[in-house]
């Protein structure tokens, strides 16, 4: 059986210096939701009293901040209505974490203003999508993660077939390659994913030079245009699987 090699994710240029601020009491919760935000290559910074939230803002800027209702030293949403009213901060996208159908605490942090409301039992793709709608130009529907993986190219260059560098989502993929096709170029690709091979149809919809895209690297993004629906769950649930490699459920 083919072995999948992880890659630690490099930071994107565009989320260099941001990050996500947490704000909570219980540091389990803290961490398990702060290594989830990291799997999603945001970084995180977490802090457990009103103090620590107004003395971190006031000299770096979070892109969300993410508050449980759980301070012991103030009420968690007078702090984020006060925080709300600073003309800085106002325009910060606020969520809160609540228990799962506490339908009253929902709407009282809507009153607060909050932005979104989620428990923990919330998944990691609708977890992926808030985040990503809250403070990306162009948010991203599904997760992506960067790996290792054997991948057989067919193209007008000819077919090739090794472990190449890629981004991979179930709808698609950036391959890292020293001599990208063209834009719209339709290519043919067979990924081996932990031995099950997955035969796919894909277009080019970028195609960038070592000194460009995402990793200043080489390589072309391919958005996935014939692929079985077995085969897209298969890598739905091999990402969902990475992301939560070694996270304790809580």
Do not use: W
Request: hydrophobic fraction near 45%; aromatic fraction near 6%; proline fraction near 4%.
């Amino acid at each position: 059986m083919t072995q999948v090699k992880k890659v630690t994710a490099m930071k994107k240029s565009n989320r260099k210096g941001r990050f996500i601020l947490l704000v909570g009491s219980d540091h389990k919760k803290l961490s398990y939701l702060s290594v989830l935000l990291k799997r999603f290559e945001y970084q995180t910074y977490m802090v457990k009293t009103a103090g620590e939230v107004i003395e971190l803002v006031a000299s770096a800027m979070p892109s969300l901040i993410i508050m449980f209702l759980d301070l012991k030293d103030i009420d968690s949403l007078k702090l984020m209505q006060g925080l709300k009213k600073k003309p800085d901060i106002a325009g910060i996208p606020f969520f809160t974490l609540i228990e799962e159908g506490d339908a009253a605490a929902e709407k009282r942090c809507f009153l607060y203003g909050a932005t979104e409301c989620f428990s923990l039992s919330i998944s990691p793709d609708q977890l992926f999508q808030l985040v990503q709608r809250a403070v990306e130009e162009t948010p991203r529907s599904h997760i992506r993660i960067r790996m290792l993986l054997p991948v057989r190219l067919t193209s007008s260059l000819g077919e090739t077939y090794r472990t190449c560098m890629l981004d991979l989502s179930e709808r698609g993929m950036f391959l890292a390659c020293e001599n990208p096709s063209a834009v719209n170029t339709r290519i043919s690709l067979l990924i081996n994913l932990n031995g099950r091979l997955i035969p796919v149809e894909a277009l080019v919809h970028a195609a960038s030079s070592n000194d460009e895209g995402p990793y200043l690297q080489a390589g072309m993004g391919l958005e996935f245009v014939k692929i079985k629906a077995e085969d897209q769950d298969a890598i739905h649930q091999f990402i969902l699987d990475d992301i939560m490699r070694g996270i304790d459920p809580v």
